[in-house]
């Protein structure tokens, strides 16, 4: 699935032209601390964060008055203190490539650009509404974890015997284990109680290494 799908559309955006204190205004009634900045073509250019302006209006020694601190935030557009070294995906993305740029860089959003134009914003938090999918954390139902032996064929089996027993998969999940032979399979089904689980998958696991809950 590509990022394009579950992208927030319309984000919060600030402008070039927008002075400091506009721009913490922006932030504080949008309830956010970073936003993405178009110029006035309506391209990304950079991004700022409340901590950016905050920083700008300190001298190096911190010894400022409020006055001077007042003065000096009100005058400040955000194109001088905005970063414009920005990490950006394209609608197309796959969800997994983008998961994986948030966690090798340390990042909390990545802007979505078509053409230079924001076409959208993915955020922690539009990640963890796809994990939630994923463990189908919306749906009622039984969970339970257990160790396979990862070999070809596992999955479609434990596929076909719940099918055979009228049980209903909401969401099946893997994990690495520590053993790079196994993985680990976290398991919601609909129609089961878990000692029904239990018995039907023995014959296919390594160990439960979560009951899970209904």
Not at 81 to 97: H, K, Q, W
Not at 143 to 149: A, D, T
Not at 209 to 214: H, I, K, N, P, V
């Given at each position: 699935?590509?990022?394009?799908?579950?992208?927030?559309?319309?984000?919060?955006?600030?402008?070039?032209?927008?002075?400091?204190?506009?721009?913490?205004?922006?932030?504080?009634?949008?309830?956010?601390?970073?936003?993405?900045?178009?110029?006035?073509?309506?391209?990304?250019?950079?991004?700022?964060?409340?901590?950016?302006?905050?920083?700008?209006?300190?001298?190096?020694?911190?010894?400022?008055?409020?006055l001077?601190?007042?003065?000096?935030?009100?005058?400040?557009?955000?194109?001088?203190?905005?970063?414009?070294?920005?990490?950006?995906?394209?609608?197309?993305?796959?969800?997994?490539?983008?998961a994986?740029?948030?966690?090798?860089?340390?990042?909390?959003?990545?802007?979505?650009?078509?053409?230079?134009?924001?076409?959208?914003?993915?955020?922690?938090?539009?990640?963890?509404?796809?994990?939630?999918?994923?463990?189908?954390?919306?749906?009622?139902?039984t969970?339970?974890?257990?160790?396979?032996?990862d070999?070809i064929?596992?999955?479609?089996?434990?596929?076909?015997?719940?099918?055979?027993?009228?049980?209903?998969?909401?969401?099946?999940?893997?994990?690495?284990?520590?053993?790079?032979?196994?993985?680990?399979?976290?398991?919601?089904?609909?129609g089961?109680?878990?000692?029904?689980?239990?018995?039907?998958?023995?014959?296919?696991t390594?160990?439960f290494?979560?009951?899970?809950?209904?």
């Open positions: 699935m590509t990022i394009e799908r579950r992208m927030t559309r319309n984000p919060v955006v600030a402008r070039t032209s927008m002075t400091a204190v506009e721009t913490l205004d922006l932030m504080k009634n949008e309830n956010v601390q970073k936003v993405p900045v178009l110029d006035e073509k309506g391209n990304l250019v950079g991004v700022i964060t409340e901590k950016d302006i905050l920083t700008a209006t300190l001298h190096e020694d911190g010894n400022i008055s409020l001077e601190m007042a003065y000096k935030v009100s005058n400040l557009t955000i194109d001088r203190l905005m970063t414009s070294d920005v990490v950006s995906i394209g609608p197309g993305t796959d969800i997994e490539e983008v994986r740029i948030m966690v090798t860089q340390g990042i909390s959003f990545l802007p979505v650009v078509e053409d230079r134009k924001l076409v959208g914003l993915v955020s922690k938090s539009d990640m963890f509404k796809i994990m939630m999918e994923l463990f189908g954390a919306r749906h009622y139902g969970r339970i974890s257990f160790v396979v032996v070999r064929g596992t999955i479609a089996d434990i596929s076909r015997c719940l099918y055979e027993h009228g049980i209903s998969i909401i969401s099946l999940c893997t994990f690495s284990d520590e053993d790079p032979d196994k993985v680990i399979c976290t398991l919601k089904v609909h089961s109680s878990i000692a029904e689980l239990k018995e039907l998958l023995g014959p296919y390594a160990g290494t979560d009951l899970g809950e209904e």
